[in-house]
């Protein structure tokens, strides 16, 4: 088989934003208590309760934006429960995610600081479902009064003089569903009135961002523009890639050649949904001032056996690492309208880029994904034309996108086939590709990191070029990526 790149370094094209590169987490199973946070009486090593093997691993992906508190979870939140003495918060069942207790010993200011270590911004989604105008306010009036307020006040009495400065607001989460099973008609209007009292403190101004469509419903998108368009400055999408079923989703590990191919398909899907909204959206908004946020994707299989099924914990394998490089690609490639995409979720939740078992803790072949296009994050866009087999999933084989910043141009490149290698053959029209650098992430469909065997799958060098007279050539193996950056 054999493929080619076409890239074209002379005419830079629109940034990729950074927060493309965004991640979600929710109280939901061991995403926040024992992935991210231990508390700071905990045996395990921490800062401030944030547990520091985990904090490390985030730091060096560079992660630029953290969604919170959920989810599902976040229509059922109620900051005021999270704020102040530990012992005298307020305890909940966790109805939504495995009927757990939820002591409330992680709340905001525990997540701003851990938003602080990690060194990236917040995105706070505030509860709509089951919440009121003015809790939400408050909340905001909380975070961000530099003033001289009640609430402000209480803030000061927990321990932070300063505003926190959050800039990103979520008003509701899946309102079409577990955030309250709205009509798209009630849901604009509710978005209207609760945003009106999200007040700008000193330099503050929030960056409204209002509950969209799941998958395909671009009738929410329709509605939500034409009646509410002018008050918000993006609208969310969410989209699992799910093999099966919902009774029957599959295993994370173990699957067959069928499973996989399926999902890669399911996976390559995004693209058009995405595409069907940004349709809508330039109907409304020719001059496209509001953004679209994908702020939940990824794999979602059947639970670990012998797990709580209310937890969501899976395994993640280098199917889930291609499922990744075809997003992610996908997202660089429609930079001009995307402002921002959040994995689902970030560790120990669905697709994980982190697990953790105790004191023990992994890197998944999807962190290394994210590693790997780490160079994208505010590079210029590079107009990228694939030529490819389609496989008999109807994906063609080979997915790529390339960026370029401070001169240095990077190419990311898939081969999402379930068996066959790729020969590649890669032109970078307007640049020298002289002195390339590389790395791979390749490995059996299902080779995973697991406790006891934590390096199975890692990125390597990768240096197999040749330069011929139609580029350079290179071969991708069977389910790899590699990235390529190109510095001359
Ligand atoms: O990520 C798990 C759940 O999936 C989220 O809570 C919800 O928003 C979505 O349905």
């Not at 904090?55 to 999270?82: I, S, T």
């Not at 969209?212 to 998108?221: A, E, L, M």
């Amino acid at each position: 088989m054999s493929a080619s790149i076409h890239v074209d370094a002379r005419r830079p094209g629109t940034a990729i934003s950074r927060n493309i590169y965004g991640h979600f987490s929710e109280h939901l199973g061991r995403c926040i208590y024992g992935g991210l946070f231990v508390g700071k009486d905990s045996p395990i090593p921490n800062v401030n309760g944030m547990r520091s093997d985990v904090v490390n691993a985030l730091k060096k992906l560079e992660v630029p934006v953290l969604r919170w508190p959920g989810g599902c979870f976040a229509d059922e939140y109620h900051w005021r429960d999270g704020i102040g003495p530990q012992e005298q918060r307020r305890r909940m069942v966790n109805t939504n995610w495995g009927g757990v207790v939820e002591d409330n010993s992680f709340g905001t200011h525990e997540f701003l600081e851990l938003c602080r270590q990690i060194g990236c911004a917040p995105y706070i989604n505030a509860n709509v479902g089951s919440g009121n105008v003015r809790e939400m306010a408050e909340w905001v009036e909380y975070l961000n009064s530099d003033g001289d307020s009640t609430v402000a006040r209480e803030r000061w009495a927990n321990g932070s003089r300063e505003p926190f400065h959050v800039k990103f607001w979520g008003v509701g989460n899946e309102s079409w569903g577990c955030g309250g099973n709205m009509r798209p008609e009630f849901y604009a209007d509710l978005y209207k009135q609760y945003q009106t009292f999200c007040r700008t403190y000193g330099r503050d101004r929030l960056y409204r961002i209002a509950c969209g469509p799941s998958g395909d419903d671009t009738r929410w998108t329709e509605v939500l523009m034409e009646r509410a368009g002018k008050h918000l400055d993006a609208l969310t999408m969410h989209y699992y890639t799910v093999p099966g079923p919902w009774e029957n989703k599959g295993s994370a590990t173990g699957f067959t050649k069928e499973a996989y191919d399926i999902t890669i398909e399911k996976a390559n899907r995004i693209e058009a949904i995405l595409e069907s909204h940004l349709a809508v959206m330039d109907r409304f908004d020719p001059d496209h001032r509001v953004g679209l946020i994908i702020d939940e994707w990824g794999t979602w299989y059947d639970v670990e056996p012998g797990t709580n099924p209310g937890f969501l914990y899976q395994q993640n394998t280098m199917r889930d690492a291609m499922v990744a490089a075809l997003s992610l690609n996908i997202f660089n490639a429609h930079a001009d309208r995307l402002v921002m995409a959040n994995i689902a979720q970030m560790v120990n939740v669905l697709q994980a880029v982190i697990l953790t078992d105790g004191e023990k803790m992994l890197l998944t072949p999807t962190y290394h994904v994210f590693d790997l296009f780490r160079p994208h994050m505010d590079a210029n866009l590079l107009g990228t034309a694939v030529f490819a087999d389609t496989m008999a999933n109807g994906v063609r084989q080979v997915s790529a996108s390339a960026s370029v910043k401070d001169g240095a141009v990077t190419v990311t490149a898939a081969n999402l086939d379930f068996e066959r290698e790729t020969e590649l053959v890669l032109n970078v029209e307007g640049k020298e590709t002289a002195a390339v650098e590389g790395r791979i992430l390749t490995g059996a469909p299902d080779a995973h990191n697991d406790f006891g065997s934590e390096h199975t799958v890692e990125p390597a060098p990768f240096t197999a070029f040749r330069r011929t007279e139609r580029g350079l050539v290179l071969t991708l193996p069977a389910c790899s990526v590699a990235a390529l950056t190109f510095r001359a």
